[in-house]
């Protein structure tokens, strides 16, 4: 299945330069399809198959998996409900654990 996979390639692509809120945006976007993309595979789907179970045109999951799509919060709970993933802690788990590690940094720099 084909799906940008390295975000920063993409956003390149599509020129986003001097805009660092679009460039979250896209970025944000293209990280949720490869997660979906992911999500898909582990269940061994094709992208028709997915398509069908979603009750979607093939062109909308195309879509979708090249990070074409804004998701809103209803369209990613059915999207997880029917794959059976939570896609809301791995949205924020990179940015939490990043949270985490400079706390425990910073605590570590304060104890000496």
């Known amino acids: 299945m084909k799906v940008k996979t390295d975000t920063r390639d993409y ?3 599509v020129g986003i330069k001097k805009d660092p809120v679009r460039a979250a945006k896209v ?19 094709t992208k028709l198959q997915f398509a069908e179970l979603m ?18 919060i209803d369209t990613l ?19 939490l654990k990043q949270k985490s590690a400079t706390k425990q940094q910073e605590a570590f720099v304060e104890a000496f």
């Open 11 to 13: 956003l390149k692509e």
């Open 27 to 45: 970025g944000n976007r293209v990280n949720v399809a490869v997660n979906i993309a992911d999500a898909i595979d582990m269940r061994g789907l």
């Open 55 to 72: 009750g979607r045109d093939e062109n909308v999951i195309a879509d979708w998996l090249e990070g074409q799509t804004n998701f809103d």
């Open 77 to 95: 709970s059915e999207i997880g409900f029917k794959l059976g993933v939570d896609f809301f802690p791995l949205l924020f788990e990179e940015q």
